[in-house]
């Protein structure tokens, strides 16, 4: 590791740029996909083309929807907003599914109750549909998460800088210990985000944990 003691600061970083290049997708991509699962649930027949449209999304080459997302924004080439964009729509691909999944899971007599509370449209969404759904849709950042972090390592052929820099340039010059600090790091960096999605997840459903207390 006599490689990684003379370049920390440098993975560290690139560890910074991956990360913000693979989280804000899930952000956003997150904020995206509620809509597209809330209509996909109100509106039985829009499931089956919200869930083909976006799935389709994912069998984009990565590496191809790098190199087209500055022609369609018109950014230049090494502008990590093509980063943000591409796996953004990658996060949807994979969101869009879970969320509608996660609201129909809610049962009906739960939204009967609600609406009979006074709880309607957004306010029912906000306030009951989607905390019940958190189990389901948590899976599937966890998912999302993973994934990006993946993907965002390809976007070092194209000049973006990130962790992906370290298997690249490692691979290219045959020094393993800077090859092994990315492998490594990357999947550090995957296993921290999924974590952060378990606490959050935990956090918004108390409930849970007190059923699993009282059993």
């Known amino acids: 590791m006599d490689w990684l003691t003379a370049n920390w600061r440098t993975v560290i970083d690139l560890a910074g740029s991956h990360l913000y290049l693979a989280g804000l997708p899930l952000l956003i991509g997150l904020v995206l996909s509620v809509p597209l ?18 799935g389709l999304l994912y069998t984009i080459p990565s ?14 080439i090494l502008d990590p907003a093509n980063v943000v964009v591409a796996m953004t729509i990658y996060t949807v691909a994979l969101l ?14 739960v939204e009967q109750a609600a609406t009979a509370m006074g709880y309607r449209g957004l306010r029912r969404l906000f306030g ?24 965002v390592s390809i976007a070092s ?7 992906g820099n370290l298997l690249v340039d490692g691979y290219r010059r045959i020094i393993w210990g800077e090859l092994l600090t990315g492998i490594v790091a990357t ?10 999605i378990q606490l959050v997840a935990r956090g918004l459903t108390p409930w849970r944990r007190a059923t699993g207390a009282r059993a």
């Open 187 to 196: 999947m550090v960096l995957a296993l921290l985000l999924d974590l952060v």
């Open 157 to 163: 052929v194209v000049g973006v800088s990130q962790l």
């Open 37 to 54: 699962g809330w209509a996909a649930k109100r509106w039985r027949g829009a499931y089956p083309a919200v869930v083909t449209s976006t």
């Open 96 to 109: 869009a599914r879970t969320v509608a999944d996660g609201l129909i899971s809610v049962p009906d007599h």
């Open 128 to 151: 009951v549909e989607l905390p019940l759904a958190v189990p389901v849709i948590a899976a599937g950042l966890r998912v999302a998460a993973v994934s990006n972090v993946s993907i």
């Open 63 to 76: 590496l191809a929807l790098f190199v087209i997302m500055p022609l369609i924004l018109g950014t230049k």
